[in-house]
């Protein structure tokens, strides 16, 4: 079927209308006519062909949410009407060892939202700038925020799930003090859930502009990461740090904040890389630096469940899709709190 969506036909040019085809469901699949769609600092790297292998025309987006409006015959759990959400995940090989434990964002077979090989034309996957996406039933997530939600809901597909993950598997809880890097797209749904989870959260910025909102999301303390006094009054006091900042910087600005065993992990992915790390900065009080990529299905509804259930959502700017080129620019230069959404209705003008 045709569908309305937004793309760039290459990496130097805006992105502009354009029509494209999405396959009929099967037997177990899920077509969501799509309502909102976030913008992911991903979307900007692919677009622009700063991630190689980029194929056009691209259409972005992996922050979906929208209705049910057409389901396979041997669907189960999901149903016309249903409001639901598609992350960045919309297939892999279902039998590996990673997909056997609901770690899907593992599989090296994986099929991201957009810009992977798929079956279906033209070749590869189209993401979320559309009126619609034709999903297998697996990765369907179930939205149980109300309704009036569905909008700031939608990131949580990506920078949800994308600092959610870190924070449960190195088991993130009261009693422990996190440090956020970044308040950004991904770092202020990090202080959210980390304060949610119980810990004592202490939030970095590069912007003393950015004090008091940071502790309006949650956090207890705020460093500006520029200022050697502040840095220093955490020196091996922090449990575990969540790097969210895509862009390179020092990592051992960071690393050394980290008590005995603590670990820092990274979430961003720079364009180009990190300056190397010192090792007796990892080995002197025997350091982790890791590093987490999005989440599984089983864990992106968890994550979801949790935030439904703590009220959480992401601080958002709606936008209509005319205006992704704009909130291309803002997003580069760090103007927007904290998230864009497109409003997918204005497809359809």
Request: glycine share 10%; proline share 5%.
């Amino acid at each position: 079927m045709n569908t309305k969506a937004y793309g760039a036909y290459a990496s130097h040019l805006p992105l502009e209308p354009i029509d494209i085809t999405r396959r009929t469901p099967s037997a177990h699949d899920v077509q969501i006519d799509i309502a909102y769609c976030g913008v992911c600092h991903s979307d900007i790297h692919q677009v622009r062909a700063e991630w190689a292998g980029t194929r056009y025309p691209c259409v972005p987006g992996h922050e979906i949410v929208g209705r049910v409006s057409a389901v396979g015959a041997h669907v189960s759990g999901v149903k016309v009407g249903d409001l639901v959400g598609v992350g960045c995940i919309v297939d892999s090989c279902k039998h590996c060892e990673d997909c056997n434990d609901g770690l899907e964002n593992y599989c090296d077979d994986m099929v991201g939202t957009y810009n992977f090989p798929t079956p279906d034309a033209p070749g590869y996957t189209l993401g979320g700038y559309s009126q619609q996406i034709v999903v297998h039933e697996r990765y369907v997530l179930h939205i149980r925020h109300p309704e009036d939600q569905l909008a700031a809901v939608a990131p949580l597909l990506c920078a949800g799930i994308t600092t959610y993950s870190p924070l449960r598997h190195w088991k993130v809880g009261p009693g422990q003090k996190v440090g956020v890097v970044g308040i950004g797209g991904l770092g202020h749904m990090g202080i959210k859930l980390a304060h949610a989870m119980g810990a004592h959260v202490v939030a970095f910025t590069t912007s003393e502009s950015k004090r008091e909102a940071a502790k309006a999301l949650g956090a207890d303390e705020v460093v500006v990461s520029r200022n050697p006094g502040e840095m220093a009054a955490h020196s091996r006091g922090l449990d575990f740090i969540l790097n969210t900042v895509a862009a390179p910087h020092d990592l051992d600005a960071f690393l050394v904040l980290l008590k005995r065993d603590g670990t820092m992990t990274l979430v961003g992915a720079p364009a180009s890389p990190h300056p190397a790390t010192q090792p007796h900065n990892l080995v002197g009080k025997r350091r982790s630096l890791a590093g987490s990529m999005i989440g599984g299905i089983p864990e992106t509804q968890e994550m979801l469940d949790f935030c439904a259930e703590h009220s959480i959502v992401a601080d958002i700017e709606l936008i209509r899709a005319e205006d992704i080129n704009g909130a291309y620019e803002r997003m580069l230069k760090g103007d927007v709190k904290y998230r864009f959404v497109i409003d997918n209705a204005s497809l359809a003008a």
